[in-house]
């Protein structure tokens, strides 16, 4: 829910006990809080928000207030209701376009790997986009993906729904395959306008992603990927005869780690990591690779950048 101003009050960061999650530390929310003007989702999806709406014609209907923030048009302050509490807040209308961000979190079993795991870094960068999202008074929603959709929420919006939020994503467990473009069809299918659509993962998955990814973007979308991964796995450091398992089917398979497979093993990782950068050069999106080793803010300043890693 969107709150109004009222009097001297100020809507600030909610801080992690706030929030009852330990994803959003205070040192974070300060960081997020400071990024979060920076953050531009170039699909609108066509309903009432808080952004001017690009259609001619439609009325605007005064919706509601919200308070001012550096970086906010100054043409939009109510200065009537500045003269009376004090406090600058800007008017909302109707017939301004919404924005919403679709958050899709791989929880597949691959995602349990490392330490800390890669899930874990992967819900708390997707908390790190929802809080700039929603703190712009904006909407956002989480899918947990697996073998398609495993788990949808419901959009919530402004900093009132952030609890929601972080609680979806501290019930998210690392389990099971994984079918991305099963997932990321399923999200457009399910959308009734575009927005920016999120998607975290290590992307470990053979399927046609890049075919659903270009169908994402052909229906509006803003697209935006980003990949956790563990440094053992840009630089494995293994050595010697192993029966490995995989974590999402269970198969067994014994390899000698030699130099000539380990060679063979970062070209194909090599290999992954350069597909999901050409496309996302190819059709304007954003790539950023994250390692389960580095400060997680330097990895959200990137995603605010949009950039190609």
Same mark, same amino acid.
């Given at each position: 829910?969107?709150?109004?101003?009222?009097?001297?009050?100020?809507?600030?960061?909610?801080?992690?006990?706030?929030?009852?999650?330990?994803?959003?530390?205070?040192?974070?929310v300060?960081? +997020?809080?400071?990024?979060?003007?920076?953050?531009?989702?170039?699909?609108r999806?066509?309903?009432?928000? &808080?952004?001017?709406?690009?259609?001619? %014609?439609?009325?605007?209907?005064?919706?509601?207030?919200?308070?001012?923030?550096?970086?906010?048009?100054?043409?939009?302050?109510?200065? #009537?209701?500045?003269?009376?509490?004090?406090?600058?807040?800007?008017?909302?209308?109707?017939? &301004?376009?919404?924005?919403?961000?679709?958050?899709?979190?791989? %929880?597949?079993? #691959?995602?349990?790997?490392?330490?800390? #795991?890669?899930?874990?870094v992967a819900?708390?960068?997707?908390?790190?986009? %929802?809080?700039?999202?929603?703190?712009? /008074?904006e909407?956002?929603?989480?899918?947990?993906?697996?073998?398609?959709?495993?788990?949808?929420?419901?959009p *919530?919006?402004?900093?009132?729904?952030?609890?929601?939020? +972080?609680?979806?994503?501290?019930?998210?467990?690392?389990?099971? %395959?994984?079918?991305?473009?099963?997932?990321?069809?399923?999200?457009?299918?399910?959308?009734?306008?575009?927005?920016? @659509?999120?998607?975290?993962?290590?992307?470990?998955?053979?399927?046609?992603?890049?075919?659903?990814?270009?169908?994402?973007? /052909?229906?509006g979308?803003?697209?935006?990927?980003?990949?956790?991964?563990?440094?053992?796995?840009?630089?494995?450091?293994?050595?010697?005869?192993?029966?490995?398992?995989?974590?999402?089917?269970?198969?067994?398979?014994?390899v000698t780690?030699?130099?000539?497979?380990?060679?063979?093993?970062? +070209?194909?990782?090599?290999? @992954? *990591?350069?597909?999901l950068?050409?496309?996302?050069?190819?059709?304007?999106?954003?790539?950023?690779?994250?390692?389960?080793?580095?400060?997680?803010?330097?990895?959200?300043?990137?995603?605010?950048?949009?950039?190609?890693?």
């Amino acid at each position: 829910m969107r709150g109004r101003a009222r009097g001297n009050a100020k809507v600030g960061p909610l801080s992690a006990q706030a929030t009852g999650s330990r994803l959003l530390d205070a040192a974070f929310v300060r960081e +997020l809080e400071a990024l979060r003007r920076r953050l531009e989702i170039r699909a609108r999806s066509g309903a009432g928000g &808080e952004h001017l709406a690009r259609r001619k %014609g439609s009325s605007a209907e005064f919706q509601e207030h919200r308070a001012y923030a550096p970086g906010d048009d100054m043409r939009r302050i109510d200065w #009537s209701a500045y003269a009376r509490t004090g406090e600058p807040v800007l008017k909302l209308f109707r017939a &301004e376009e919404d924005v919403i961000a679709r958050i899709v979190c791989d %929880g597949s079993a #691959s995602l349990g790997f490392g330490e800390p #795991s890669k899930l874990e870094v992967a819900r708390r960068m997707a908390a790190a986009l %929802g809080y700039m999202t929603l703190a712009r /008074s904006e909407r956002a929603q989480l899918f947990a993906s697996g073998e398609g959709i495993q788990a949808e929420g419901s959009p *919530c919006r402004g900093r009132g729904g952030l609890p929601q939020l +972080l609680r979806s994503l501290d019930a998210l467990t690392a389990k099971g %395959g994984t079918n991305l473009a099963k997932a990321v069809d399923a999200v457009v299918q399910r959308s009734a306008r575009p927005g920016m @659509l999120a998607v975290l993962s290590d992307f470990f998955d053979p399927g046609p992603l890049t075919s659903a990814l270009s169908r994402a973007v /052909s229906a509006g979308h803003d697209v935006a990927l980003v990949q956790v991964v563990a440094p053992e796995e840009i630089q494995p450091n293994f050595e010697g005869d192993f029966e490995l398992e995989d974590a999402e089917t269970g198969a067994l398979v014994e390899v000698t780690m030699d130099a000539s497979a380990i060679e063979a093993y970062t +070209l194909r990782f090599g290999g @992954l *990591c350069e597909e999901l950068r050409g496309w996302a050069k190819k059709f304007g999106a954003t790539y950023v690779r994250v390692r389960t080793d580095e400060p997680l803010d330097e990895a959200v300043r990137r995603f605010v950048a949009r950039s190609v890693d």
